[in-house]
């Protein structure tokens, strides 16, 4: 009961957070003379009115209102703030510093017999919006990400919950609704999993029988109380992220987390080109890494770079992740290499946008410029999809993002001394 | 005939001197690579990037006998000549990357490949990347699809002084041998900072601190030193015998003993010898200034540090030392070492005069778009200022690691004479957009993006699932 208890409260703080940050520190600005990128396609020369934080006007010869801030965009283009993928931006500052980093729960059950899941796991508690991470990815145009719990040694495949941030700075950034679990299943998983992945099936069928069960679960069981909650939650209807690669198991994993009530993300899918109409007959999403052509290993040998292509020709709705924390700007370049190789560069703006806004349920107020939205909007160089093309401003709820970061700051300071001859 | 240092003519059982130890470019597990053969080839009215920083628009390139013969303007082909239209297209020398781990890291992932490091002991200065090469790696075709026909393999970076790297020509093979770039020097791989002191810092052994690493280098040149003068001495021993031959039955009975040969010493007295130039894993700048008096105090040379995300914040000294830097484009925090890291490294390393910055992947995905990383890097450093333009860009990925790798005189630009390493690309290759389409390793088509039949595919792929040639 606690947890859930705990969950409502945080959700009503993030409301209450959001309102404030709308009314007293969001800018009213009209961007003029833009490329607008919007859900029905692309605007030329339009402009995009924003008032308290949100979007008031798209289109042609919008008036100013006298005293707004005017962006003369040039034609530039004009997009909804990117989607970073999955992530652990403000969770893991240093990777390889342990004491850095809050990814993933070890409950020290290194023994399948010794097995205790702790689907309450909640990583967003761990936030904190004060990394110098969320500034480097944000001033390249990445306005928000789902945090994600990772499974590490001595816990479960099924890693506990994450959900959306915003990456505004504010603490309390989660984005209410987008909720999520998380389960890494196949070949990657299978050391939690007894050395079988098939094993991966039978226990969550025993978790989601002691989620069900209206009596006390035995001393043999995987889940406590607080867990059994949690779990039932997702089991009516809640969101699932499923790792999983091989196609076999992207079948088995999706049909099993169906069957059970759940509502599954593909994420990974390296073959999942293999069983796409499937995938789409039941409209199953897949959250994938474009660059992803490598046999990594015996559970992607079918990897190949047209992944995106294919299942968005079948049908299947297509965004993209995979480019980690540090480096979470290159999902840029992730859906970049998406359209070299035949994804519609339409269709793969949307997966960096709306498809992942979608898929978080957070649409009604994200991921796409439109009017009534949270104008997260970002003014780029050039083509938002090519690599040499940089974030020009960034924009979250209206306000202007400054555009710097840790990383600006080392460029500014040695670009002073490679200026002077450098000297030591 | 003893024209190496450390060929310093050791003597068999029946007195008559040999190599004790061989120069590395006499050494055994020799290079058996040898070029396709091909027809000349014009590619007709392209833009291209010769490598030596001139771009040349609406240009043609003539490749003869697997070698660049001209570039310029309306060639006229030899008979027999295959014509490419160029138009639209851009051309550019091979790209070299030169720091892979391909085929000692192979895809898939698995136990039995993973040949990279050899971590049973900090210093294996006696191990040999090409030793451990698969050249069945997936990898390999992939990097070719990207436009790479040239790569050092080298070992990983768990120990101080991790082995000998090994370039190779990136043409699919049965042999290691096979692949091996003719008369390209060994590189010797060494690591600073983090990964030798976590590595063996877990195993409660030397070196535990970045003090340990630095103390662990010195003695290991301190015994390299050494068994120079040994074999030095022996072989003035040797000559005062012969000459003296006849003076003194006693004497010349004597029997003359060579020092015990030692493979580990072998390779760091050929570094010494400057037979083997000296590449290092290196993150920090104050790191790669200790490197470079570790190498003053011993007196080799270093031509490149690797993975160098902070060498930016002395690109003076690294162009003074002409030493070059491989870099990432903007990979940087997974580790103390890497949390300085900025996209604009690569171009301020490039600025000073003499620079040598080059792009380098350590992945068997970034190797497959090298271009993309440098167009990255480019496009970074035009925004804070500093004029770059893809002609001379492109240089971070040929003519730079060409020269680190010490096979300038070879490959690397497409100038007369040269190996006709060549990348036709669709567009612009600063580009996310850009693919090759075409990639000649001397002279020959070793990959066609049109034509199913000249993709290569490595016999691991065979057979398995997603069969057809996939991209």
């Known amino acids: 009961m606690n947890a859930l208890l705990h969950t409502r409260i945080r959700l009503l703080l993030v409301a209450a957070a959001m309102l404030c940050s709308a009314g007293a520190m969001a800018q009213n600005v009209l961007i003029r003379g833009a490329e607008v990128h919007t859900p029905s396609g692309k605007l030329d020369n339009a402009n995009v009115l924003v008032r308290g934080g949100r979007i008031e006007a798209v289109g042609a010869g919008l008036a100013a209102p006298s005293g707004i801030t005017v962006i003369e965009a040039k034609g530039r283009p004009l997009t909804a703030g990117l989607f970073a993928g999955f992530s652990d931006i403000g969770i893991d500052e240093v990777s390889l510093e342990k004491s850095t980093t809050d990814s993933g729960l070890s409950v020290g059950a290194d023994k399948l017999r010794d097995a205790q899941w702790r689907p309450e796991f909640d990583v967003t508690l761990a936030y ?14 990445f306005t928000w990400t789902v945090l994600e719990p990772y499974s590490v040694a001595g816990g479960s495949f099924v890693a506990g919950q994450g959900a959306a941030v915003l990456f505004d700075s504010s603490y309390d950034a989660v984005i209410s609704g987008s909720q999520s679990l998380f389960v890494n299943m196949g070949g990657d998983a299978m050391s939690f999993s007894g050395g079988s992945r098939s094993a991966q099936y039978m226990l969550l069928e025993q978790a989601i029988r002691e989620a069900r069960a209206s009596s006390p679960p035995t001393s043999q069981s995987l889940l406590h109380p607080a867990g059994r909650e949690a779990l039932a939650k997702y089991l009516a209807g809640g969101r699932v992220v499923l790792h999983v690669e091989r196609a076999a198991d992207i079948r088995r994993a999706v049909a099993f987390v169906r069957a059970a009530g759940m509502k599954p993300i593909v994420a990974g899918g390296a073959e999942a080109w293999m069983v796409a109409d499937e995938l789409a007959r039941n409209d199953i999403p897949v959250l994938l890494d474009p660059l992803e052509n490598l046999p990594s290993n015996f559970d992607g040998i079918g990897a190949r770079l047209d992944n995106a292509a294919i299942l968005h020709r079948a049908g299947v709705r297509v965004g993209f992740s995979g ?6 700007r290159k999902v840029r370049q992730h859906a970049g290499s998406a359209v070299a190789h035949g994804l519609p560069w339409n269709v793969a703006l949307a997966g960096l946008t709306s498809l992942p806004a979608d898929l978080f349920g957070i649409a009604a107020s994200r991921g796409r410029i439109a009017v009534g939205q ?3 909007l970002v003014l780029w160089s050039g083509d938002p999809l090519e690599i040499t093309s940089i974030a020009d401003q960034v924009w979250i709820a209206g306000k202007a993002i400054e555009m710097r970061s840790r990383q600006t700051e080392l460029r500014d300071r040695h670009l002073e001394r490679l200026k002077r001859g450098m000297a030591r | 005939m003893c024209v190496s240092l450390l060929a310093a003519c050791a003597a068999q059982p029946d007195g008559k001197p040999v190599d004790a130890a061989p120069s590395p470019r006499t050494a055994p597990y020799a290079s058996t690579y040898k070029p396709a053969s ?8 392209a833009t291209v990037l010769t490598g030596t920083g001139a771009r040349l628009d609406d240009a043609d390139v003539l490749i003869v006998g697997g070698r660049i013969s001209a570039v310029g303007s309306k060639l006229a082909a030899p008979a027999g000549a295959q014509f490419i239209d160029g138009r639209g297209k851009w051309v550019t020398p091979g790209l070299i990357d030169p720091h892979s781990h391909l085929g000692v890291y192979p895809s898939p ?7 990279g490091n050899e971590i049973s002991n900090p210093v294996t200065a006696n191990v040999w990347a090409e030793h451990s090469v698969w050249p069945q790696d997936p990898g390999f075709d992939k990097a070719l699809a990207g436009g790479v026909t040239s790569m050092q393999v080298l070992p990983g970076s768990a120990n101080l002084i991790g082995g000998r790297s090994v370039v190779l020509k990136n043409v699919p093979a049965v042999t290691t041998q096979a692949m091996k770039f003719p008369g390209a020097p060994q590189g010797l791989k060494m690591a600073c900072g983090e990964n030798p002191k976590r590595v063996y810092g877990e195993k409660k052994q030397a070196p535990t601190s970045r003090m340990g690493n630095v103390a662990g280098y010195r003695a290991q040149w301190v015994e390299a030193q050494q ?8 072989g003035k021993k040797l000559a005062a015998k012969e000459k003296n031959k006849g003076a003194d039955k006693d004497k010349d009975k004597e029997e003359l003993k060579p020092p015990k040969r030692d493979l580990r010493l072998d390779t760091l007295a050929s570094v010494l010898k400057g037979e083997i130039p000296v590449h290092i894993h290196c993150y920090r700048a104050d790191e790669m200034a200790l490197m470079l008096d570790l190498a003053d105090e011993f007196g080799y040379r270093v031509a490149a540090f690797h993975h160098a995300v902070e060498a930016y914040k002395i690109a003076d000294l690294l162009a003074e030392r002409g030493v070059c830097a491989a870099m990432w484009a903007d990979w940087w925090g997974f580790k103390m070492e890497a949390f300085d890291g900025i996209q604009e490294n ?3 390393v ?8 080059m792009m380098h992947s350590d992945s068997g995905e970034g190797i497959q778009r090298l271009n993309q990383e440098a167009a990255k890097a480019m496009a970074r450093g035009v925004r804070a200022g500093l004029s770059i333009a893809p002609e001379h860009a492109i240089l971070w990925l040929t003519a730079n690691p060409a020269k680190a790798l010490g096979i300038e005189r070879q490959t690397g630009t497409l100038e007369a004479g040269k190996m006709a390493d060549v990348v036709i690309w669709n567009r612009n290759p600063f580009s996310v957009y850009a693919l090759a389409e075409r990639v000649f390793i001397d002279g020959a088509t070793a990959y066609d993006r049109g034509r199913s039949d000249a993709v290569p595919r490595s016999d691991f792929m065979l057979g398995q699932p997603g069969r057809g040639v996939a991209p």
């Open chain 1, 128 to 141: 904190n919006p004060n990394s110098v991470l969320l500034p480097v990815a944000r001033i390249e145009g």
């Open chain 1, 323 to 328: 480019a980690g924390s540090s480096n979470a």
């Open chain 1, 374 to 376: 949270s104008a997260d």
């Open chain 2, 38 to 45: 091909s027809p000349p080839v014009l590619i007709r009215g």
């Open chain 2, 109 to 115: 992932q698995v136990n039995a490949h993973g040949d």
């Open chain 2, 227 to 234: 068994y120079i003068r040994d074999f030095d001495d022996y």
């Open chain 2, 346 to 348: 690569i171009a301020f």
């Open chain 2, 350 to 357: 490039d600025h000073p005069k003499n620079a040598c910055a």
